[in-house]
């Protein structure tokens, strides 16, 4: 058995397990997550990733452990947004509290299936196509200016294909039923609202990685690498989320990191063929990039707006 065969076993069989003991001991039906259990899941997901990158480091060496912390770290960073996002698709369909687990786990689930095949088809045509990463270079660049300028995407879950043809397919409901994806009512099967988040986060979830997929090439063209980091990441923020949607505000150059390390890693795609860039600069530039960030926003906190008119407060003794 080669070390790369015996490398994707140990990860399935290491990653099957976890999301067992997650759904197990992690998941109880009907209650809701808060955010001390969000906290310890988070720790749980990040410690696993690094016993396995300390894995790699004994099989494969070196290199590739830190081409697998950067591009996990990498990953996690950029991955930010999707915390926004999974915020306004669970708004949009109203999603319950207690619920909310539960959406994200399936919803990631299928997130990983289509980001498996993106990779795959991404590292094949970098490979194949070398001047491909220029052009992934400039994008991020793109990316980068975009996101300096305030110009996110916006997301309509009404209008995802996915949910369109889910009702054309067969009636929804507006009932949850305890968790449930369908419901018999009055003898016709209802797809439930919980089935249509579900159905609408993997998809949703690909449009954003279509920028981080790109930056983690930048890294490392080995599937192994990219896929894995991916799954650690993703895992992780899935845990992260009801906690760090209230500590995003608290943290909030965070953003400027990310414009920062697009930028870095599309300018390291454009001097791919001039400059080499070791690795281990590039974990230290993202991994600074995030301390500082984290660190200006404890000195310089957000300014809380007034909530008392001034006018008033003048009028009043």
Do not use: C
Request: hydrophobic content about 55%.
């Amino acid at each position: 058995m080669t070390t790369e065969v015996f490398g994707w076993i140990a990860f399935a069989v290491l990653f099957v397990a976890m999301i067992t003991l997650d759904l197990v001991v992690g998941h109880k039906k009907g209650k809701e997550i808060d955010i001390k259990d969000s906290l310890k899941w988070t720790g749980f997901w990040i410690s696993i990733a690094l016993i396995f990158g300390i894995g790699i480091y004994f099989f494969k060496g070196q290199t590739k452990a830190l081409e697998f912390l950067a591009g996990y770290l990498l990953e996690y960073s950029l991955s930010v947004d999707n915390l926004f996002v999974f915020l306004m698709i669970f708004t949009y369909f109203s999603v319950p509290p207690v619920h909310q687990h539960t959406a994200l786990f399936w919803g990631i689930m299928g997130a990983l299936v289509m980001r498996g095949i993106f990779i795959a088809v991404g590292v094949v045509l970098v490979t194949k196509f070398s001047w491909l990463i220029y052009v992934f270079g400039v994008f991020l660049i793109y990316t980068a200016i975009k996101m300096a300028k305030g110009h996110g995407e916006e997301i309509h879950p009404e209008k995802n294909p996915i949910l369109r043809l889910l009702h054309k397919m067969m009636p929804v409901t507006t009932d949850y039923g305890d968790g449930k994806f369908f419901l018999h009512i009055d003898g016709v099967r209802h797809a439930t609202p919980l089935l249509a988040v579900i159905l609408v986060i993997g998809p949703t979830d690909l449009m954003f990685a279509l920028d981080s997929i790109p930056a983690i090439l930048a890294v490392t063209t080995d599937p192994f690498i990219v896929y894995t980091s991916n799954v650690f990441a993703l895992m992780g923020l899935r845990s992260l989320f009801f906690a760090l949607a209230g500590l995003m505000s608290i943290f909030h150059y965070i953003r400027h990191a990310l414009v920062v390390i697009l930028m870095f890693v599309g300018i390291k795609m454009l001097l791919q063929g001039f400059f080499h860039i070791p690795i281990g600069w590039s974990l230290g530039f993202i991994a600074g990039a995030l301390t500082i960030a984290v660190i200006a926003s404890i000195l310089r906190p957000h300014k809380m707006e007034m909530a008392v008119n001034p006018e008033d407060v003048k009028d009043n003794p």
